[in-house]
């Protein structure tokens, strides 16, 4: 009678770890791929993010005649949206560096749009705060060195 006890105590204790390592190696194995993911679509996530960007800036400084407002507010949605995506898949250095450059994109569309003559003074600060986004996106994705332009070269 007691042989038949152990024997059932065993296989429930050998069925529970074996439950629990299933679970632990299904959990892991999620857990991987989602990093995974996130870590292959960087890339592209901030490309799209400086390219909208890049198209909102220039869509703001560059002298065009009748610049459309529907023009400037489908770019700044663009940006807006592929920055909300960097602040979930990006970690907190990044982050930081694309909400200055957000801020300071957005703060100079409010200035052109209310014609105020500092613009420019402001267009400039954008350019330094994306290569600051630059570097820290360089940083996260395992690249050397800085983007930034060399004195001589700006």
């Avoid at 994705?141 to 060399?150: E, V």
Wanted: net charge negative; proline share 4%; charged share 20%.
């Amino acid at each position: 009678m007691s042989s038949a006890v152990y024997a059932l105590l065993g296989s429930l204790v050998g069925g529970l770890v074996a439950g629990t390592f299933s679970f632990l190696l299904a959990w892991q194995t999620r857990k991987t791929a989602e990093q995974a993911w996130v870590r292959d679509n960087r890339r592209e996530i901030y490309d799209r993010f400086l390219t909208h960007g890049q198209a909102l800036l220039i869509a703001l400084v560059e002298p065009h005649p009748d610049p459309s407002p529907d023009e400037l507010h489908d770019a700044y949605v663009a940006f807006m949206s592929a920055y909300a995506v960097v602040q979930a898949v990006a970690e907190r250095s990044v982050v930081d560096a694309a909400r200055t450059y957000g801020y300071k994109l957005g703060r100079l569309k409010q200035l052109i749009d209310a014609g105020a003559p500092d613009a420019y003074t402001v267009a400039a600060q954008v350019r330094l705060d994306r290569q600051a986004a630059i570097d820290a996106m360089r940083l996260e994705l395992g690249l050397t060195g800085s983007a930034k332009p060399l004195k001589d070269e700006a």
